[in-house]
């Protein structure tokens, strides 16, 4: 029993060791979608892995089918959402719209105060309405929406929180306007309680008054 043990850790070690090394190598030269694929390459490599010394079959063999099931569902979700990153990109170039795919695999948008709101105000700028075109055309119907209002520490709570969540409503109102239902959108404000930047400077200020838009896949 011990050593059949041994042989089989080995095995285990290295394909966790591959797994690891084909997530972690390339990856800033890799796009969206290729990255996409190698994570659940490894993710399912390891999975398979277990599953099979677990049930006493080959943990080497698991490990392939499980980066193959694995590689064909990062692809698949990379594929989709690294289209509408790449027109949310072109859409808010430019402007200081930050697009970004975040650990969680959601794609967030971080839309700067000087292009969404006036300070004190919940108007939508002009400027923030092609990058909110984008956000609503040819839209995944398995996309959800969440949408977060935040401002900087001048004033007190009690002008604050419900003014991050007006922010974030007339984003909803005007996504709404344009088709997308109000039923797919999650609006939430912060106030000031999550500040990127320093309040003590006029910058860092500027940089906390943002609306913050996640882009997620249900299955």
Known sequence: MQAN???????????ALVSVTLVATGCSSMSERERGTAQGAGAGAVAGAVIGSITGGSAGRGAVIGGAVGAVAGNL????M???RAALERASEGTGVQVA???DNRLKL???SDVSFDTGRADIKPQMRPVLDEVSRNLDPNVRLTIVGHTDSTGSDAINDPLSRERAMAVR???????VAASRVTVAGRGSHEPVANNDTDSGRAANRRVEIFLSEQG
């Not at 041994?6 to 290295?14: E, G, N, V, W």
């Not at 109102?173 to 088709?179: E, F, I, K, P």
Request: no cysteine.
């Open 82 to 84: 690294e289209e509408k």
């Open 77 to 80: 979700w990379s594929k989709r």
């Open 5 to 15: 043990a041994t042989p089989l850790r080995h095995r285990f070690s290295l394909v």
């Open 110 to 112: 971080n839309v700067p």
């Open 173 to 179: 109102d005007y996504l709404s306007s344009l088709g």
């Open 101 to 103: 795919r975040t650990d």
